[in-house]
Structure formats: structure tokens, C-alpha cells
């Protein structure tokens, strides 16, 4: 009595790979940037500035992609960037995750004063213009990667919160959930067996999302110049001084712009890829 | 002896209005007996097994009345207490297949982690019985059904693996609540026989709300038949067959069609039949109020 439905197989299909293929190049280059890089990312040279990049008439060998109007190499200081883009995306994209959808678990599941509270926070928080919050937050905190991260984080928890709060009553519904109450369980284990597993693929969708909704905060934090110290190769930053030299060197701002496009997209295709691939119900 | 389930006179409120959706309920069920609730949508059926298993929505409220599960008082019980005991001698076959299996897990574990994780067995011993309860309730291969998604297969075959996972643990008392009801006719037939079946070779008491009273004559020895949430008759299935006491009763049946003349015999119920047992409510309810 078995039929056709256990037979279907999911592929890993060409939006995965291409995806997860760009991010996990990306992560090696991170981890490896100063063995792989091919020079210094703050070394200076003013003689070598504005050199094209290497298959343009006056490319010097060994500067790639060129260099920017202080003769600093661009690949370089795009591998280096990788390490602090990477970073805060993933230490701000988990946390904001833990913190949104253990809350939204929560409001969801016992529903009730709880959600109730939970609920107005997040409706008060998002009358909040995300931007401007985190740059009020960058100045109470101070520039530097731990005062992005926070930003992050405290800005975007509503938005685990609010999506695992509709998935998670929406799982409560189910009969599922009430014969596991008939059958003795405490409401932790319900929420952290039962409804947990069931919201997982929104959550791995949302966290990915998150990662590249966090590399484009820390570039336009970056680039406004409220990140780390403006000598730090970040994307945002070189996108800053791209612009600047535009007209004399636009290999400056374009290769980070392109990293930091594709990344994003990367980021939220690999997320959506991730969740088809793992639901167990073909949705 | 008393009986194992026990409910008296259980009034279940909803919560701000105060309007009462159970009215003063009492019925008992016997180790090995079948009791019938029937009644229209609405009626109230399916809330007086979700108060004797403690799983009633937030906004409906216990307002009196006793439920006694195998001589304890479940309304006096601690939380904690109330669900252990629940837990160890009752289970529930839900409505809808569809949603009554966690669509994460494999089937084995939604059948044997109760077992184990509220009633200790060993992992083997579970991994056993759910292979021998697949095999009770008809299932080929159990062996390959254990390691499927729920959503790899189909309702018929979830509602088998539901009532497999019912009678898992040697419950004392099952509330059916409308099994049959999301499946088609050919499959319905094969599930009211297994209830039947297991029910019988179980001893289980076993609740079964339904809205069908041909079902009732099939698989049930008693029945009580509600409207608004009030008993109106609570009679042995035989003799509720042959001479319905309660004017709503005998126009409940009358309204069943009969497969050898269904167009004749689809008769609503009669509005002065509903008038009189409206009527009825509204005075039980007056009383109701002035005592309290």
C-alpha cells in the first residue's frame, strides 16, 4: 500500500550550486586572505595609482584588478574586505536569528499575554526607518565591527520575529500539536520538537537572507563612513572611494560593487535553494 | 464499580461572554464500551472530548462540573499531574489526517516517541510494537512505512497510522473525534471496521464523535445525542434505534437518508422540532443562571 508519493527525488539544482559555489569561494578567500592575497591591502604606493586592471593597456603585473588613487591593490583589498563582510554576516545573521525566532517561537506557540507583548514590541520597533536607527545606534555605540553587529542585530530581530510567529501559529493549528499535548509532552518539548523542526526551512531561508541583508548594511555603514577606521579595506568603503575617482578609475568602484552584488544575491538564492531542498513537503 | 470515564454535569463557558457552549453534561463510558456523541456542527461534540483530554482552546473555560478518568478528579488534578495521567491512559484519533502527523518526522518516531520519551520504554521495544501495530492495523511492509514522511503517503494509509499510534501504549480510553470524516467512502468503511477491530481486540473505552448515526449503529453500544451543547437523549444504541425517546432524536433520524430512496428521505428536521429543543435549552439555561 505504498504509493507514488515516497518515489519523488529532489535534485540539487544549478541555483544551489551556483550560489553555494560563489559563497563557499568567498569563505575560502576570507579564511586564506593573507596567504592568498597578492599584496598588502594598506600598502600605498603613489606611483602605482590608478593602474588598470591587467588586461588593459598600462596594467602593471600583479595588480589584478588594478589600483585605487593611492596605489593600493584592489584584489587585495577586496579579499580582505571578504573577512569583514563574512564576519558580520554571519555573527549578525545568527544572532539576529536566535533572538527573532525564539521570540517569535514563543508568541506564536503560547500566544496569550506573551504574544501580546511580543507582538507590540516588534510593531513599535518597525516604525523605526531601519537606516537612520542604525546610525543613531553607530553613534551611541561607537564605530567599530562589534557596534555594526549589534545594530544589526537589534534592528532586524523583528523580522525572525514577526515571520516565525505566523509559522509558528500556524503550525499550532495543527492536530499534530494536539496529540502531543493529549500524549503528556510539556509545551517546551512541543515547541522545540514538534513546531522547531516544522518553521526550520523559513528560518534557513531568513538566516541566509539576513547574512546578505547584513553585507549591505555594513557597506552602507561603511560607506558613510561609519564603520571601522577608514583605512580598513572594507567594500562599502572602497565603494566610497570608487565613486570619488569614477571617471579616472572605474575599476575602483566597480569590482567591489559587483562582489558585493553577487554576495547579496548569493546569499538569498542559496536561502531560498536550502529551504526547497530541505522541506520534506514539496511546496 | 464506576465507569472509567466519568463526566458530571460539565458546563464549559466562553471566556468574555460567558456564553455556555457545554450545558451541564453528564455521560459515562465503560472499560470496553463504544459511547456515540452525536450531534449537529456546532453541537458541541467534539469540545467534550477535547475537555476530558485538557486540550480545550484558551477561550473556552470550565465553569462546573466534574470529569473523572479511572477514579481522579481531572479538574482537581495539579497541570503537571492531569497530563501525566492523560498521557499514560488516553490518546486521541484526530479528524484530519492531513495535519495530525508532524510532517518532519518519520513515521516510526511519531509512533514509538511517546513510548519512549513519556512512558520509558526502550528504543527497541517502541521500534517493535510500532512494527507490530502497523502490522494490526493493515499496513504492508511496515518495515519501509516506519522510515516514510507522512506526506509520502495517502490519507487512508495516515489515518491506519494514526490509530496504530493511538493504541500504542495500551490506552484505557480513546477519543475518536470524527475519524472518518476527512477520507472518502470506500476508505471511511475500511477505518470504521479497523476502529472497530482494534477497539474490540483492545478492550479500550473508546468516545467516538461523529455527526453520522449510521456510523453510531455500526460501531457504537451507546450514544448520547447533543444539541447546543446539552444532552437531549443518552440511550443503548438498540434502543435508541428502535424508539428514540426525545422528539429531537427521532427527527435527527428521520432526517437520515436512506440509500434506497434518497430523495424522499432527505428530510430536514422539522422547525418546530427545533423551536421545542431551542425552547428546552433556554430553560435549562434560565435555571442554570438562577442557580448560580
Redesign the interface.
Known amino acids: 500500500m505504498l504509493d507514488g508519493r515516497a518515489a519523488v527525488r529532489r535534485r540539487i539544482n544549478a541555483r544551489l550550486w551556483l550560489s553555494g559555489g560563489w559563497l563557499a569561494l568567498l569563505a575560502i578567500v576570507a579564511l586564506l586572505a593573507p596567504w592568498l592575497a597578492p599584496k598588502d591591502p594598506l600598502a600605498q604606493d603613489l606611483f602605482a595609482a590608478r593602474l588598470p586592471p591587467f588586461w588593459m593597456a598600462g596594467a602593471e603585473p600583479g595588480f589584478w584588478l588594478g589600483t585605487d588613487s593611492l596605489g593600493r591593490d584592489v584584489l587585495s583589498r577586496i579579499m580582505h574586505g571578504a573577512r569583514i563582510a563574512l564576519a558580520v554576516a554571519l555573527v549578525a545573521g545568527i544572532a539576529t536569528c536566535l533572538i527573532g525566532s525564539a521570540l517569535g517561537l514563543v508568541a506564536g506557540f503560547m500566544r496569550g499575554w506573551a504574544d501580546r507583548i511580543i507582538s507590540r514590541l516588534v510593531d513599535i520597533w518597525m516604525a523605526f526607518p531601519p537606516v537612520l536607527f542604525a546610525i543613531l545606534l553607530i553613534a551611541v555605540l561607537g564605530t567599530g565591527l562589534h557596534s555594526i553587529i549589534i545594530a544589526i542585530v537589534v534592528i532586524d530581530w523583528t523580522r525572525f520575529c514577526r515571520v516565525v510567529r505566523a509559522e509558528a501559529l500556524n503550525q499550532s493549528a495543527m492536530d499534530y500539536v494536539a496529540s502531543a499535548k493529549v500524549a503528556g509532552r510539556t509545551r517546551l518539548s512541543i515547541m522545540v520538537r514538534e513546531i522547531l523542526p516544522n518553521v526550520l526551512p523559513t528560518i534557513v531561508a531568513l538566516v541566509t537572507l539576513e547574512m546578505g541583508i547584513a553585507v549591505i548594511v555594513e557597506a552602507i555603514l561603511s560607506f558613510v563612513n561609519l564603520s571601522i577606521s577608514t583605512d580598513a579595506p572594507t567594500w562599502g568603503g572602497m565603494i566610497a572611494e570608487g565613486r570619488i575617482s569614477i571617471h579616472q578609475a572605474w575599476w575602483v568602484l566597480v569590482f567591489p560593487l559587483v562582489t558585493l552584488f553577487l554576495t547579496v544575491l548569493s546569499f538569498s538564492q542559496f536561502g531560498e535553494g536550502l529551504k526547497d531542498h530541505f522541506d520534506p513537503v514539496l511546496r | 464499580m464506576s465507569a472509567f470515564l466519568e463526566i458530571e454535569g460539565l458546563s464549559a463557558v466562553l471566556a468574555g461572554t460567558g456564553a455556555r457552549l457545554l450545558r451541564s453534561v453528564s455521560l459515562a463510558v465503560d472499560t470496553g464500551e463504544v459511547r456515540g456523541l452525536v450531534g449537529e456542527s456546532g453541537a458541541g461534540k467534539s469540545m467534550i472530548g477535547k475537555a476530558v483530554?485538557?486540550?480545550l482552546p484558551?477561550a473556552v473555560r470550565v465553569a462546573e462540573g466534574a470529569i473523572r478518568l479511572d477514579g481522579h478528579d481531572l479538574l482537581a488534578m495539579r497541570p503537571a499531574d492531569r497530563?501525566?495521567l492523560?498521557?499514560?491512559v488516553?490518546?486521541?484519533i484526530?479528524?484530519?489526517p492531513l495535519?495530525?502527523?508532524?510532517?518532519?518526522?518519520r513515521i516510526g518516531p511519531?509512533i514509538t516517541?511517546?513510548l519512549v520519551?513519556?512512558l520509558g520504554w526502550g528504543k527497541a521495544d517502541a521500534q517493535a510494537r510500532a512494527l507490530e501495530l502497523l502490522g494490526e492495523v493493515h499496513?504492508?511492509?511496515p518495515e519501509?512505512?516506519i522510515g516514510?514522511?507522512p506526506?509520502?503517503?495517502?490519507g487512508g494509509?495516515r489515518q491506519r497510522i494514526?490509530i496504530a499510534?493511538a493504541f500504542a501504549a495500551e490506552p484505557r480510553l480513546i477519543i475518536a473525534d470524527e475519524p472518518t470524516t476527512a477520507l472518502d467512502v470506500t476508505v471511511q468503511k475500511q477505518i470504521l471496521k479497523l476502529i472497530g477491530e482494534m477497539q474490540a481486540h483492545h478492550g479500550t473505552a473508546l468516545v467516538f464523535v461523529t455527526h453520522d448515526l449510521g456510523v453510531v449503529s455500526k460501531v457504537c453500544q451507546s450514544l448520547s445525542v447533543l444539541y447546543a451543547g446539552k444532552v437531549v437523549e443518552d440511550a443503548r444504541v438498540a434502543d435508541f434505534f428502535a424508539a428514540p425517546r426525545h422528539a429531537y432524536s427521532r427527527a435527527l433520524l428521520a432526517a437520515t437518508p436512506k440509500y434506497t430512496d434518497p430523495a424522499a428521505s432527505l428530510q430536514p428536521v422539522d422547525p418546530s422540532v427545533i423551536e421545542a429543543v431551542t425552547a428546552e435549552v433556554a430553560v435549562a439555561d434560565r435555571e442554570w443562571i438562577h442557580g448560580r
Open positions: 483530554l485538557g486540550i484558551k497530563r501525566r492523560i498521557g499514560s488516553a490518546a486521541l484526530p479528524q484530519d495535519t495530525a502527523l508532524n510532517p518532519s518526522k511519531q516517541d511517546r520519551d513519556i499496513i504492508e511492509d519501509r512505512v516514510r514522511y506526506h509520502e503517503l495517502s494509509m494514526l499510534s
